[in-house]
């Protein structure tokens, strides 16, 4: 029907921080706070589409319309989004730890006196994005996000490559932009065309207009 392009289209979009286990009261995160991830999901099913939202910790509320996935952890991320798998697209929003702890204690560590606190380890976690842009059942589109603090755009043209997206909407999260945690957000949209900057808007404008491209490419891509 008219105003639902995305009719029948199932879209997995994640959004938020992990959690990353120290032990079972202690962890390592990010300052992600998933407005910009839940936007996307919303705008998405506001267009018709089946949207499936993989969401780490975060304290703000589900999205109306959305099937939203709990998780805490890039482990369990990649399991939920794969879960997905296949399906028309993909949106990666979250902010995925790149690192967790190695051989996370099972029990609460305890200082003890006089010693040195125990360094922690740390091992790489699964790319989620580039998993899912190399899958055999790759979805026909694919967004990435580059959250950076410097060279946005040169950043942001590896990702697209190494990590085999569509497009990668990058920003910059410096802490002067006020992006991270913020309502607003300024975008630059990297592709194989080249570059497109999007103004400064609200986080909802940006999920809108995002939402309208990806029921473009999915018409145009049959
Ligand atoms: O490499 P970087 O973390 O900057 O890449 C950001 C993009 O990759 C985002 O779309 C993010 O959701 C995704 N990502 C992921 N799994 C990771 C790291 C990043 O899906 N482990």
Not at 38 to 53: M, R, Y
Not at 72 to 87: D, F, G, H, I
Not at 96 to 113: E, M
Not at 194 to 220: F, H, N, Q, Y
Request: hydrophobic share 40%; proline share 7%; charged share 25%.
């Amino acid at each position: 029907p008219q105003g639902q392009p995305l009719a029948g289209k199932r879209i997995v979009v994640t959004s938020g921080p992990t959690h990353e286990p120290i032990d079972p009261v202690r962890y390592i995160a990010n300052r992600s706070s998933g407005k910009q991830g839940h936007a996307i999901a919303s705008a998405l099913a506001k267009l018709g589409a089946e949207v499936t939202l993989v969401s780490g910790p975060v304290t703000i509320p589900d999205p109306k319309g959305v099937s939203t996935v709990h998780v805490e952890t890039a482990e369990e991320m990649k399991a939920a989004v794969l879960s997905q798998l296949p399906c028309d697209a993909a949106v990666m929003v979250a902010a995925v730890a790149d690192w967790r702890v190695a051989g996370a204690a099972d029990q609460k560590i305890k200082k003890q006196p006089g010693e040195a606190p125990a360094p922690l380890q740390l091992t790489e976690n699964p790319d989620i994005l580039k998993t899912v842009g190399h899958h055999a059942e790759r979805p026909r589109f694919v967004v990435g996000f580059a959250a950076e603090t410097q060279n946005v755009e040169a950043n942001g043209r590896r990702k697209l490559e190494a990590k085999g997206a569509d497009i990668i909407v990058a920003n910059d999260v410096s802490p002067a932009t006020g992006i991270m945690g913020g309502d607003r957000n300024r975008v630059k949209l990297i592709s194989a065309d080249g570059i497109a900057e999007w103004p400064d808007m609200t986080k909802e404008e940006v999920a809108e207009r995002l939402a309208c491209l990806i029921a473009e490419k999915l018409a145009s891509s049959g």
